[in-house]
């Protein structure tokens, strides 16, 4: 016989896009929780959704309608839940559209650009594992004009502080304006500030940090801080692993 699939109580409540598992364990923990009948307050429990009955407030859990959106983050803006120093969040931004919806990875706060945002947890797991190599693209403008053999040390990889390394899949330049180049960075990792620690190895500080994409998906139509819902093709495609932007790419200065 083949066993239903289990996992536990607080990870079905964020599976199902109700809520995330530190609100999740909250809600389980003050007894708004039943599980065929009973009052459960252990978020570790494991259960099997397709057989328990279970219910959140007396209502029968059922998924959350899916929820997939484009946001572009403005600098300065932090990407969590909420900021012990009283900074603005992603949150304060979405308005009506931050109904349960979590970062596909994060941008630090003097990142501005393209940020995903969900309730579809394996959907968010996909995208940001290294293992599905969705490239992620960034527009970054350098302190000062950069020679063609750093461009050729940073596409070929470079050694970061703490001794791990970066690996971009392309690193092209976009133009010199003035004192400074414009390069655009594409990656498929995502380390901890990848882009800004990979510049600093070959002795260059990022002014400016803007992600412009996500595998086919684009800034395009969207002003700073505006949020739109992602087309269903668009999810299809970051879904697809063999579908991949080109990278000849087009990528303005912005």
């Not at 970054?140 to 461009?151: F, G, S, T, W």
Request: charged letters at 30%; proline letters at 6%; glycine letters at 8%.
């Amino acid at each position: 016989m083949k066993c239903k699939p289990t996992m536990t109580l607080d990870r079905v409540l964020s599976r199902f896009g109700l809520a995330s598992r530190t609100e999740a364990r909250q809600a389980i923990r003050s007894g708004r929780l039943k599980i065929n009948g009973r009052v459960v307050r252990d978020p570790e429990l494991w259960v099997r959704p397709e057989k328990d009955t279970i219910q959140l407030d007396g209502s029968r859990l059922k998924p959350a309608r899916r929820i997939y959106l484009v946001f572009y983050k403005p600098k300065g803006v932090v990407t969590s839940h909420g900021d012990p120093q009283g900074r603005k969040t992603v949150y304060d931004c979405l308005g009506e559209n931050a109904r349960w919806v979590a970062p596909v990875g994060r941008l630090d706060k003097d990142t501005s650009g393209l940020l995903l945002l969900t309730n579809d947890t394996a959907f968010a797991d996909f995208i940001t594992s290294p293992e599905s190599r969705i490239p992620k693209t960034y527009l970054v403008k350098l302190n000062a004009l950069a020679p063609p053999e750093a461009i050729e040390r940073l596409s070929a990889g470079v050694e970061m502080k703490r001794g791990d390394w970066a690996r971009p899949q392309s690193v092209r330049r976009v133009e010199d304006r003035g004192k400074y180049t414009w390069l655009e960075v594409v990656l498929t990792e995502g380390k901890n500030r990848e882009v800004r620690r990979m510049l600093e190895s070959v002795g260059f500080k990022v002014l400016k940090l803007v992600r412009t994409r996500i595998g086919l998906v684009t800034l395009q139509g969207l002003e700073v801080g505006q949020v739109r819902p992602l087309t269903a093709p668009e999810i299809a495609a970051l879904r697809d692993t063999r579908s991949r932007p080109s990278l000849a790419a087009a990528v303005h200065c912005v």
